[in-house]
């Protein structure tokens, strides 16, 4: 007799960042204690919680900004712990920051072909002009044009960053993070948007709060770009953000952080129903708001 078939079961991917134990301290405050949590590769994972709870922390630890007091972080397997910050982002990790920070006087291209360029290798010849540095610039621009189309920031390529709207110039700070992960080659240019080469372009890329400052209109496009650069780009993303609805929108996972401290994780519907999660913040007027909304 015959069994019917199963459907064969999807390998589960291991995850991409996985952090244990994290600790880090500030005299006595306690800013990260004994974290723990996994990033699904592919997948856009939410950092939520108060003010002070400890998310920005976390990011200045992945990124190598600060040394933990305690724990590990490995990024497909490799320990990125003790590396310093350049060989974490050439390890693959790239990210913005909640305090915009721009090249102000540069136009937004040069803001992006910046880590671009700061990849290659010939110092000499940049300074010479030689056939290699111009070739090595001209990919440059290609890249990084490429990358601004695929945010939506095509027709600002020659515009001075500090006149930029503020939305755009959240915008800009993606496609410079995007931009830290390619080396020289750079991605090819398809039709309407980039396609990342599977050896290039940034693993991880997090976003700490993103849509700070922007009022509903400009959140929900931001949400659009952030969905069409993950799908783009193939990258995984970590985000930061306290405009709660963004968050349930385009978040696969979601981990809640109060006072240094892991409070729950799960799905976004999980965690929004989550006692605790809602004692300790989504209770609080602003979230409260944010959530009413959705
Ligand atoms: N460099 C530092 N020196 C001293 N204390 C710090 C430093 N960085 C962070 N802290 C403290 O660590 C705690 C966590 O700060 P962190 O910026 O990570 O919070 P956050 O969750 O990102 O908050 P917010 O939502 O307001 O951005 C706070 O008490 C903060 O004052
Ligand atoms: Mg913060």
Request: net charge positive; hydrophobic share 40%; charged share 25%.
């Amino acid at each position: 007799m015959t069994t019917p078939m199963e459907p064969p079961s999807k390998p589960s991917l291991p995850p991409l960042l996985e952090v244990r134990g994290l600790s880090r301290s500030f005299g006595g405050i306690h800013a990260v204690e004994e974290l723990s949590f996994d990033v699904a590769q592919d997948g856009i994972m939410g950092l939520i919680g108060p003010n002070g709870a400890g998310k920005t922390t976390v990011f200045n630890l992945i990124t190598g900004a600060y040394r933990p007091t305690a724990g590990t972080i490995c990024l497909r397997g490799i320990d990125l712990t003790k590396k310093r910050p350049h060989e974490i982002v050439r390890a693959g990790v790239s990210r913005t920051f909640q305090n915009i920070r721009l090249f102000n006087r540069m136009t937004c291209l040069e803001n992006v072909m910046v880590p671009l360029l700061a990849r290659g290798k010939s110092m000499l010849g940049t300074f010479f002009r030689t056939p290699f540095a111009r070739g090595e610039e001209q990919r440059a621009r290609e890249t990084a044009l490429a990358v601004m189309k695929d945010v939506g920031l095509a027709d600002a390529a020659h515009r001075v960053a500090s006149t930029l709207p503020y939305g755009l110039q959240r915008k800009l700070e993606i496609a410079r993070a995007l931009a830290c992960g390619f080396s020289g080659q750079g991605p090819s240019v398809q039709g309407p948007s980039v396609q990342r080469p599977s050896a290039q372009g940034p693993r991880l890329l997090l976003l700490d709060e993103p849509a700070a400052g922007m009022n509903d209109a400009e959140t929900r496009e931001l949400g659009e770009v952030i969905l069409k650069v993950q799908k783009d780009f193939g990258v995984t993303m970590m985000l930061i953000e306290h405009h709660i609805e963004l968050v349930m929108d385009i978040c696969t996972h979601v981990a809640v952080m109060d006072r240094g401290t892991l409070l729950a994780e799960g799905s976004p519907r999980d965690v929004r129903g989550d006692e605790r999660v809602i004692a300790a913040y989504l209770g609080r007027p602003r979230a409260r708001r944010e959530l009413e909304r959705t």
